[in-house]
């Protein structure tokens, strides 16, 4: 499987980004048979769930620091992953992944669909730098 982000870039506080995950060499299982979610990683951190969403029963998942900011959708027609964030801070400020994970019986919270443990495939990030 391969990702590829898109739709970083620069921004000022208070304002919006979308970002694209678009996704591709499926052999194996289709594309509704995983759970594609973002991940960022700041300077010095480590890399920390976002969003995720299920993409079989499009059931979204968020960490409370971006819940009600940020949006996450799919586009099953285009294998593709959407992240919208609208009133970004600087402390969005990261290196945003795209990683996708075989839905598992027993993920049943954001605990599991945002863990980095969980993801299989990774892209190589997008850049996304807010301006304060």
């Known amino acids: 499987v391969q990702l590829v982000e898109s739709g970083g870039g620069l921004v000022q506080a208070g304002g919006s980004l979308r970002l694209s995950c678009a996704a591709s060499?499926?052999?194996?299982?289709?594309?509704?048979?995983?759970?594609i979610g973002w991940f960022r990683q700041a300077p010095g951190k480590e890399r920390e769930g976002v969003s995720c969403i299920s993409i079989g029963n499009e059931k979204p998942y968020y960490s409370d620091s971006v819940k009600g900011r940020f949006t996450i959708s799919s586009d099953n027609a285009k294998n593709t992953v959407y992240l919208q964030m609208n009133s970004l801070t600087p402390e969005d400020t990261a290196v945003y992944y795209c990683?996708?994970?075989?839905?598992?019986?027993?993920?049943?919270?954001?605990?599991?669909?945002?863990?980095?443990?969980?993801?299989?495939?990774w892209g190589k990030g997008t850049r996304v730098t807010v301006s304060s």
């Open positions: 060499g499926f052999t194996n299982f289709t594309f509704d048979y995983y759970a």
């Open positions: 990683a996708a994970g075989p839905n598992r019986p027993w993920w049943s919270s954001a605990q599991y669909y945002l863990s980095v443990s969980g993801m299989d495939y």
